[in-house]
């Protein structure tokens, strides 16, 4: 098979990719680097460099989560993202089978490339509390979190709340999409840290137990609880996934997660995802198409 051609970087690009990396390599600088360029100059080949860059000498996948505001945006980039693997089999298994930070707590769902690991996300759709309202989510995401739940205290099985998790899905989807997860590489690790999470963010549960769990179903607006549910999930794969590196395109679209609004803090989740610059914590790439000061 021909090797795959791809755009080079030009000078002012490479330039560019190697005073970000200095940037985020810095353990005692901010770990985080502006990109503002006008449309055309080459941002996506920016951020591949960066990328190319940050694979070489590494003894596990680089792991990067590229951020948009919608996915159409996200998956027309993510093929750009990719064109530094050689072969289609390569950058497909490079690339998450999901599309939302809470059905990439599966193992399942999670890239299996040994150099590169991607994931393509919205802020909408992977960080449920970013806007304070929470959100039903997809089928998918519920059954996931109603199988975790019901695993470990069985009694929560019943139907009040598998009608809560269900929601307005239909019989047959809904089976579908427990069927799904009926078999889920490392359950059990994954279940223990999605109730620590549960526990550690102290919600609506005093205890993590199937009381406290039933008594919040019962009493709670479901947008709201479900929110929390499905952003407890998320702040699991977050943690358990640790990028190395967060690219956040026109970031200016989602502000919000880099910017508290007034009279609002981020939840957990939202200020792990935006970075501290912290020792340890993923380098963040800003891009925009005009000029932004953050």
Known sequence: MSKRQISQAKGFQLATATAALKTMR??????????????????????????????KGRRR????????????????????LLELLETEDDQKRASARSDRLT????????????????????????????????????V???ALIFRLLTKRFPSLDCSTVRKFFRWRASTRTWNRALAQFENIEEIHRLQ????????????????VDSTSIFQAIDSEKGMQLLGKFRNALAITAFREIQPDLIIFDEFQRFRNVLIDPPGRLADTLTKAIRGNGKRGDPGVLLLSATPYKL
């Open 26 to 55: 810095d353990d005692d600088g901010p770990r985080r680097f502006l990109v503002a360029d006008e449309v055309g100059l080459g941002k996506t080949v920016v951020a591949r460099t960066i990328i190319s860059e940050s694979m």
């Open 61 to 80: 996948p680089l792991v990067v989560f590229y951020v948009c505001s919608n996915l159409n945006i996200a998956n027309q980039n993510r093929k750009k």
């Open 103 to 138: 059905l990439a707590a599966n193992p399942n769902n999670r890239p299996k490339h040994e150099r590169y690991n991607l994931y393509t996300l919205t802020p909408d759709t992977s960080i449920p509390l970013y806007r304070g309202r929470g959100g039903f989510g997809r």
């Open 140 to 142: 998918e995401e519920r």
């Open 192 to 207: 223990n840290a999605f109730l620590d999470v549960l526990g550690s963010e102290k919600w609506e549960f005093p205890y």
